[in-house]
């Protein structure tokens, strides 16, 4: 199957400050989200990003489906920010093939 | 809009005890989902409903078994519990394009 590394594993950072998670992945993909799992383990939908850039707020994202990866920024974090960030893939389009990464585990310290 | 509701969301069996996770989303979608999340191991499929009336095994079925009730609802059964289904349990759904959402999890502990 696809394997799906994602980095940094652990990131602490000041209020304020701008990050970059990023996703790599095996092998080509049609199907890429990424989702936020807040500390009371609440997952949330980021994006369906399998290509391209999209904003949603202080947070944006960007898949580039040619080299296998994809990035999440995050600018002037917020402690609502803290959690971890799940990146999952697909080949197909169907929802029942999406592996998940390990996550990115964030704190966003006062 | 409830999204996606999950009941319960606390529950302890003890081994051999059965037990059924209820699902329900009300946005109309087609798909629906359910995973289990343990620490070092991520999110990993139990089961899927692409449609109503059809299911599939996903990752880790054993022990599992779901229904899809009608297209708004999804349960996940565990027949005869163990220690090793000690878990959160997430049900999602999707549309078309697949974006998942997801209920708010079922912590489950097996003694």
């Known amino acids: 199957g696809i394997q799906v590394e994602q980095s940094p594993p652990d990131l602490i950072l000041q209020e304020g400050a701008n990050s970059t998670l990023r996703c790599n992945f095996s092998?080509?993909?049609?199907?890429l989200q990424w989702f936020h799992q807040n500390p009371w383990g609440q997952l949330i939908n980021l994006f369906y990003?399998?290509?391209g850039t999209k904003q949603n707020g202080r947070l944006s994202a960007t898949t580039v489906a040619t080299e296998r990866y994809s990035l999440l920024y995050i600018s002037s974090s917020q402690t609502t920010d803290s959690g971890v960030y799940f990146c999952?893939?697909?080949?197909?389009?169907?929802?029942?093939?999406?592996?998940f990464g390990e996550g990115t585990q964030l704190t966003v310290n006062p | 809009n409830a999204g996606v509701t999950q009941t319960p969301k606390f529950q302890v069996l003890k081994t051999g005890q059965s037990m059924t996770l209820q699902c329900a989303q009300d946005?109309?979608?087609?798909?629906m989902y359910w995973y289990r999340q343990d620490p070092g191991m991520g999110l990993r499929l139990i089961y899927y409903?692409?449609?109503?009336?059809?299911?599939d095994k996903g990752e880790v079925p054993n022990g599992y078994n779901v229904s899809r009730l009608n297209k708004r609802e999804f349960s996940l059964r565990l027949e005869s519990a163990a220690p090793s289904q000690t878990s959160v349990y997430f049900c999602?759904?999707?549309?078309?394009?697949?974006?998942?959402?997801f209920g708010e999890g079922s912590r489950l502990t097996v003694l």
């Open positions: 999602a759904s999707s549309d078309v394009i697949v974006q998942l959402f």
């Open positions: 999952a893939v697909a080949r197909g389009t169907s929802g029942s093939r999406l592996t």
């Open positions: 409903s692409a449609s109503e009336g059809t299911t």
């Open positions: 990003i399998p290509s």
């Open positions: 092998d080509s993909v049609n199907n």
């Open positions: 946005m109309n979608h087609n798909s």
